[in-house]
């Protein structure tokens, strides 16, 4: 089993970049399907949903654009409950169709507090895409529109996701080994 070290922590490979890509192609052909001829606003949630998204945009067929908001949650390993909005939302996203796009949904607070942020711009419609979901630490009650993996609570870094702003550059995503 392929294993990595990243800081301090060895992690083990999770999750094959086939298997990303085929999750990634399935939310792709979803949105095609459901989100063509709605001139979209597709919101990125920095840092962590900037290779997703990249992965994600370019096989998207429909006339869309693209924002991004930084919010911030983890430290370390774990997820804090106080979100920190480091670069703001846009008034492109009123009246238009929005889809809120996220690597990963852990406990749900970030994009809870997200929701109400979006929600106060009164979007035409508001949706969430991520890449991945662990719903045993899910805390809150929203609907995830769209969703490419159910995972364990485990703490995972790679294609995206960092462990201290470390190893967001893998191609594959890789579990704590505990
Ligand atoms: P939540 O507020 O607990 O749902 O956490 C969401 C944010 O925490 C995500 O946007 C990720 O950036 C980060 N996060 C959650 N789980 C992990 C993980 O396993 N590895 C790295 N970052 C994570
Ligand atoms: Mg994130």
Request: hydrophobic share 45%; net charge negative.
């Amino acid at each position: 089993m392929r294993t990595i070290k990243v800081k301090d922590k060895d992690f083990q490979l999770f999750i094959t970049a086939e298997e990303i890509e085929r999750a990634v192609a399935r939310i792709a052909d979803s949105l095609n399907r459901e989100m063509a001829g709605k001139n979209p606003v597709y919101l990125v949630i920095l840092n962590g949903a900037f290779v997703f998204a990249g992965d994600l945009f370019k096989k998207l067929d429909m006339p869309c654009e693209v924002s991004f908001v930084k919010l911030s949650s983890y430290k370390g390993t774990g997820s804090t409950s106080c979100v920190k909005e480091l670069i703001g939302l846009n008034e492109i996203l009123r009246g238009r169709p929005v889809v809120i796009v996220e690597d990963i949904i852990d406990t749900g607070i970030t994009m809870d507090y997200l929701l109400q942020k979006v929600r106060a711009l009164e979007p035409a419609d508001l949706k969430i895409a991520a890449l991945l979901f662990k719903p045993e630490a899910f805390v809150k009650s929203f609907p995830i529109d769209y969703i490419g993996m159910e995972i364990p609570s485990d703490f995972i870094v790679g294609y995206g996701l960092d462990y201290d702003g470390y190893g967001r550059n893998f191609a594959e995503i890789y579990k704590l080994v505990k």
